[in-house]
């Protein structure tokens, strides 16, 4: 029973995303399909304990939930023009399962749906986390500042938005395709983000979400191998991802400075500047191709023993000038400091909205650090009792904890 239970719940874990997928692309009903998909989850966490889990759950969990859809319908006496459709997909799901072959992976299908320019920009990248990848509400909620409850009722809007506004369910091409990439990029590196969150906290991964957002990212440069984004985007979360084993050593949190490289992924750190090449080689500026070519920057200069800090500001600064962000400024502010430059950092810093960096732990732990360096530490104290407050991470906050500890300021 209990082995049953496992499968039931590995398989969500690792198929709710192509699942959900593949059954929207087929009844063009976003919400509908999630509700049906959570019903055949439902029902297998039910049943399999009695019967034994299924030799294709996959299969099975389609077929019930293209069932759910089909009984909803008819029980709201409306007509699934789809039918036929879901009808074939089951059955192609399973006869392609039975021949252990997986069914296509329709996870950038629908990350391209999410991002059509009827659904409204700001709801874009959530709504991707959510139905591509698992995230509940309230996690994505938590990422973007606002309350659970409106993060559910935009969720909600934005779904009966695809079906109300009928928006094909194909991945665009020529300039729609274009203006939608953006955001597409931004959900899949923001799922990635999220799994270093699971990492950084108390909690486990339970969407595994580094792996699959690498996997989508890899998927999406055969999809557009001429799209140079795809390829500096890849690059930046292969090197990123790289560095996993040397973040953390017994739960403590280790700057990149610190870093032992002999636990850094090698092969994956050539696989990353193999990506950047092939983005360089397409001729196209883009934001995350120089975000990895700054970490491609640091790992050459760990593991080549070399200060190429200066070059390290000067990619800052072509970073900030085509994607002003507050991480850039902040990234570009810490780049001067390392290279020895940290009245130069600190006024990059003043020219920030404060509004804006008020609560961005970043800001702060970087404004200390520099105040720090310039000796001022009566300031620095106080900016970093402000990282501190901010660090939802609790290793990161008890590294800024040392780090204020080693001010030896008397104690008012």
Known sequence: MSDARAIAEQTARASYGRLLAWLS??????AAAEDALGDAFRAALETWPETGAPTSPEAWLLTA?????IDGARRQ??????????TLAAE??????????????????LLFICAHPAIDAAIRTPLMLQTVLGLDAARIASAFLVSPRAMSARLVRAKRKIKVAAIPFDTPGGPDLAARLPTVLEAIYAAFGAGWDFEAGAETDPHHLTGEALYLASLLTQLLPDEAECWGLFSLMLHAEARKDARRINGAYIPLSDHDTSRWDKNMIAHGE?????AWRLDQSGPYQIEAAIQSAHAAARLNDRDISDEIVMLYRQLVEIAPTIGAYVGSAGALAAAARPEEGLHLLATLDPARVENYQAYWAVRAHILDQLGRKPEAQSAYDRAIGLAQDEAARKFLMQKKTDLHLPRT
């Not at 939930?65 to 859809?69: D, E, N, P, Q, S």
């Open 274 to 278: 193999a990506a950047l090449a092939q």
């Open 77 to 86: 006496n409306t007509r699934i023009l789809s039918t036929p459709a879901l």
């Open 65 to 69: 939930a293209r069932r759910k859809l």
């Open 92 to 109: 192609e799901a399973e006869a392609a399962m039975r021949a252990d072959k997986p069914f296509p992976d329709e996870r950038l299908k």
């Open 25 to 30: 692309s087929r009844s063009r009903d976003v």
